[in-house]
């Protein structure tokens, strides 16, 4: 199983990195949106939708991303990116607000309507800062998802290691405290070494990256919640050796749109209080 989960890593950053540094944006999107799509059919696992309705589901959303991938050839980048912002903007609201008072009450979207639209959201949200930040800056991209990967492989070491209080024992009993302490411990290590090498030039990265940390904390049990409630150990069966790709890109999800947030703020106030 660990040799699996080795070649299956390694060959997806084998295609990962020269697409994102080297595909054409069109190109790039359309393979993200492929991949995003993937994601969606798993979510609809979640759900436990009949057949048809997953395939009504599919249907209506590659229709629509499609529609997506025809407009933004049609009317350019910054179209696409002037309405990525606000989806971006309404996605960190939802993550810094709405699920944190959810899992603080132990209070999680029942009704099926209201499921399917939020699955539409967040894979949305999630293909729209997958294009967006392969356009604007490749690197900000990798930043985050290193930080999100460093980030559960700390909790996992740490929690294995010195855990003895339960995070969310409700929604997944394997997270501690201790986990999340020696994420953030490995992030701040993380910030520290891209500001002392230069590759970031401000010390605001180390609140920027324990913030994304923590958000991409959120969407792990955020995930965790409907898979279990749907009495699953994966969300699929798409990556050898590991599962689901939700269950890889969970933390991301709620991670890009917030970190792309943090970058287009700090710029906006940077540009606007420069003297």
């Known amino acids: ?12 950053l084998g295609l990962f990195l020269p697409a994102l540094f ?3 944006m069109l190109w790039w999107a359309a393979g993200m949106l492929v991949l995003t799509l993937v994601c969606l059919h798993e979510w609809a696992g979640f759900l436990q939708l009949s057949p048809l309705q997953a395939r009504v589901y599919l249907a209506l959303s590659t229709v629509t991303g499609v529609g ?15 309405h990525a ?4 903007m309404g996605m960190t ?9 959810a899992m603080f009450f132990n209070t999680f979207f029942k009704q099926q309507a209201v499921n399917l639209l939020l699955g539409w959201c967040l894979m949305l949200s999630l293909w729209m800062a997958l294009v967006t930040a392969q356009e604007v800056n490749p690197y900000v991209l990798l930043v985050i998802i290193s930080t999100i990967w460093l980030a559960d492989s700390a909790a996992y070491f740490f929690g294995k290691q010195f855990g003895r209080h339960k995070l969310a024992p409700a929604i997944s009993p394997g997270k501690t405290w201790e986990g ?11 910030a520290v070494t891209l500001k002392a090498s230069a590759a970031v030039a401000t010390w605001w990265i180390l609140p920027g990256l324990w913030l994304i940390t923590i958000v991409g904390i959120y969407g792990d049990l955020f995930e965790s919640f409907f898979k279990r409630r749907a ?9 050898p050796g590991h599962g689901g790709l939700l269950d890889r890109v969970d933390g991301v999800i709620p991670a890009l749109p917030v970190g792309l947030c943090l ?5 906006y106030w940077q540009q606007s209080y420069s003297f």
Do not use: C, E
Request: charged fraction near 5%; aromatic fraction near 22%.
């Open 22 to 24: 080297f595909l054409p």
């Open 85 to 88: 912002l606000h989806v971006f």
């Open 68 to 82: 997506l991938l025809v407009l933004l050839q049609q009317w350019g980048f910054h179209w696409f990116f002037y």
């Open 180 to 190: 999340v302490l020696g994420a953030l411990l490995a992030v701040a290590v993380y």
């Open 231 to 239: 009495n699953l150990k994966d969300s699929g069966q798409f990556l």
């Open 263 to 267: 970058v287009f703020w700090f710029h």
């Open 1 to 12: 199983m660990l040799k699996t989960r080795v070649i299956t890593a390694l060959v997806l």
């Open 93 to 101: 609201l939802f993550w810094l607000v709405v699920v944190p008072v």
